[in-house]
C-alpha cells in the first residue's frame, strides 16, 4: 500500500522568504506526482504535475522536482507572499492518487 | 480547460434522508471519476473509483450501499449518501480523470461540496 508523508505539517515564514515543501513516498511504481494547493473550506487547485519520467516541472515562483528512485519530491516555492499561505498536498498516482497530510503554510506580511 | 464541476457546493440535510451530488467534467471526456471525502484538518481519503457504464470499486471500509454512485455519462458522475446521519457530515470531493494524452491519468478536482447532516 502506497504511503505519503508530508513534512514539514506546518511553516510559518516571512514574506520572501523561500519555502521547500517535502514529500516522500514508499512505491516508487508511479505514474506520476502531482502537488495540490488548497485554501480553507475550498477544494483543490492543481500547481504542478510531474510524469514518472521526468525530473521536474515548474511554473513561474514553482519549482517541483522528482526523484523516483527515493521516493521523494520537492515543492519550492520561491520569494513567497501572503498569498500563498494555504494547505500543500502531494499525491501521487498508480491507477488511483494517494494524498500525503499535507503541509500548512503561512507567510507572515 | 479541464474544468470539473460539483453541485450543491453545500448542502444541510436532517439525519435519516438522502442527498445527491454531482460531478460534471465541463469540457472533457472521463471514462473515470473518483469520489474523496475529507474531514476537518485531515487529508483527502478516496472513497469510490467510478467507471461509465460498469459498478463503481469501492475502497475498504466504505460502504456501497450507504454511499451510491452512478455514472452514467462520460461527463456526469454522482454520489448518493442514502440514510445520512451526523457522522456522514463532511467534505465530498470528486475528480474526474483524462483518458489519454501528455497528461494521461491526471486528475482534474471539482471545487467540493460541504455537507452538514443535523
Known amino acids: 500500500k502506497q504511503e505519503v508523508t508530508q513534512i514539514p505539517a506546518a511553516l510559518s515564514v516571512p514574506e520572501g522568504e523561500n519555502l521547500v515543501l517535502n514529500c516522500s513516498f514508499t512505491d516508487s511504481a508511479i505514474y506520476n506526482l502531482q502537488w495540490f494547493r488548497q485554501d480553507p473550506g475550498k477544494g483543490l487547485t492543481s500547481l504542478l504535475l510531474i510524469q514518472s519520467s521526468q525530473r521536474e516541472q515548474t511554473s513561474g515562483r514553482l519549482n517541483a522536482s522528482l526523484d523516483k528512485s527515493s521516493g521523494r519530491s520537492t515543492l519550492y516555492i520561491a520569494a513567497s507572499q501572503p498569498g500563498d499561505s494555504a494547505t500543500y498536498l502531494c499525491?501521487?498516482?498508480?491507477?488511483?492518487?494517494?494524498f500525503g497530510a499535507g503541509t500548512t503554510v503561512t507567510v507572515r506580511a | 480547460g479541464a474544468v470539473v464541476s460539483q453541485h450543491p457546493s453545500w448542502v444541510i440535510c436532517k439525519s435519516g434522508t438522502s442527498v445527491k451530488i454531482e460531478c460534471r467534467s465541463l469540457d472533457f471526456q472521463a471514462t473515470t471519476m473518483f469520489w474523496y471525502r475529507q474531514f476537518p484538518k485531515q487529508s483527502l481519503m478516496l472513497m469510490a473509483t467510478?467507471?461509465?457504464?460498469?459498478?463503481?470499486?469501492?475502497e475498504q471500509g466504505v460502504e456501497k450501499d450507504k454511499f451510491l454512485i452512478n455514472h452514467a455519462s462520460l461527463t456526469l458522475s454522482t454520489l448518493t449518501v442514502t440514510s445520512a446521519h451526523p457522522e456522514d457530515s463532511s467534505f465530498y470531493i470528486c475528480s474526474a480523470q483524462t483518458t489519454g494524452g501528455t497528461n494521461s491519468y491526471e486528475q482534474y478536482f471539482g471545487p467540493g461540496t460541504r455537507l452538514t447532516v443535523t
Open positions: 467510478s467507471n461509465e457504464g460498469s459498478k463503481a470499486t469501492y
Open positions: 499525491a501521487v498516482s498508480a491507477h488511483k492518487l494517494s
